[in-house]
């Protein structure tokens, strides 16, 4: 395994974006992890970053691959997941990639393949399940549960993305299943296991991106039924039912803070766990603790996870029709 022995954690990341700022706002938060480069296409946006964030602006992505990192963290969009995250890999850093980890299972396991072949730590950025609610929830019903659950139900649809958000941008892999579906797919795969079947419509726009869609799946344990849009305004919470009680995660669910358990024996138990940092500190934590112990792949978000979420994905997207260039 491929233990680094440094008292701080180097991290290189790669893309410039929104992501890319709540990344570093986190990682500011997490003992032992120190950000030392920054590389984008963009070398204007490179600059600005540096120049709030600290660390040594790259002038291409070679450069950022041979300076002195342990660990890549691609804030990219999942059109250069794969090329990035392949190469990283090969150079000997270990790499932690924005969700969806790839556009679909076949390049998904092109990385994992290679990760496994450099016995090199690569996961998902997929964050509910490192927030402190999520865990805390999981704790609590582990002595008071409502017994095994049958049901989710989850979604969100946003309306406050501006026109050149790469979102909407086919090219990118943009739209509502890769963007905020996958989301969705990871809530339903936890509590109810692996996915048996799928049902998908669809809503598209002009340039091919899918608006708003709907899904339902069968799992080993149960039933989901999951939405998500960019043109409609959803409430994003979520809902999880056992025999036993019922669970309301509190909008917005994938930045989880608190959760109500309502039990059939008429108990209300309310969760309110606030999250600090932006929350992508947690799941850096859990990152880092996985390298520290020469750990080569995460027991929460593995690389089966991710294959049963993008899986789920590209069965949706094969029935209603929604293609990438790649593809």
Not at 89 to 99: I, M, P
Not at 165 to 188: D, K, R, T
Not at 211 to 235: P, V, W
């Amino acid at each position: 395994m491929n233990r680094v022995n440094h008292e701080q954690l180097k991290w290189g990341i790669i893309g410039c974006g929104r992501i890319a700022h709540r990344f570093v706002q986190g990682l500011a938060d997490v003992p032992g992890a120190e950000l030392v480069s920054v590389w984008s296409r963009r070398e204007e946006s490179v600059d600005a970053f540096v120049k709030l964030y600290g660390g040594i602006p790259c002038r291409s992505f070679d450069e950022l691959l041979t300076s002195d990192i342990d660990v890549v963290y691609i804030a990219t969009l999942p059109d250069s997941h794969v090329a990035y995250s392949i190469a990283a890999l090969n150079a000997g850093k270990h790499v932690l990639c924005e969700k969806p980890a790839a556009p679909n299972l076949q390049l998904l396991n092109s990385i994992l393949a290679t990760a496994t072949s450099r016995s090199l730590l690569f996961m998902e950025g997929m964050k509910p399940p490192f927030f402190p609610l999520y865990k805390k929830l999981k704790d609590y019903l582990a002595t008071d549960p409502i017994g095994p659950v049958g049901y989710v139900r989850a979604g969100s649809a946003v309306i406050d993305c501006p026109p050149e958000h790469p979102n909407f941008s086919h090219e990118l892999v943009g739209g509502s299943l890769m963007q905020i579906g996958i989301y969705e797919a990871f809530l339903a795969i936890d509590w109810l296991g692996s996915v048996k079947q799928v049902q998908t419509l669809g809503r598209f726009a002009d340039n091919g991106i899918d608006m708003f869609s709907i899904f339902q799946s069968e799992h080993e344990q149960g039933y989901a039924q999951l939405y998500c849009g960019l043109d409609l305004h959803g409430k994003g919470d979520a809902l999880i039912c056992g025999p036993l009680g019922h669970i309301t995660i509190r909008k917005n669910w994938w930045n989880p803070a608190r959760a109500t358990i309502h039990y059939a024996d008429g108990r209300v138990v309310e969760l309110d766990e606030p999250f600090t940092s932006g929350g992508l500190n947690y799941e850096i934590a859990h990152f880092c603790e996985l390298i520290n112990k020469g750990e080569t792949e995460s027991p929460i978000i593995s690389h089966q996870m991710s294959r049963e979420m993008i899986s789920m994905l590209d069965v949706a997207r094969e029935q209603i029709g929604l293609k990438f260039r790649m593809e």
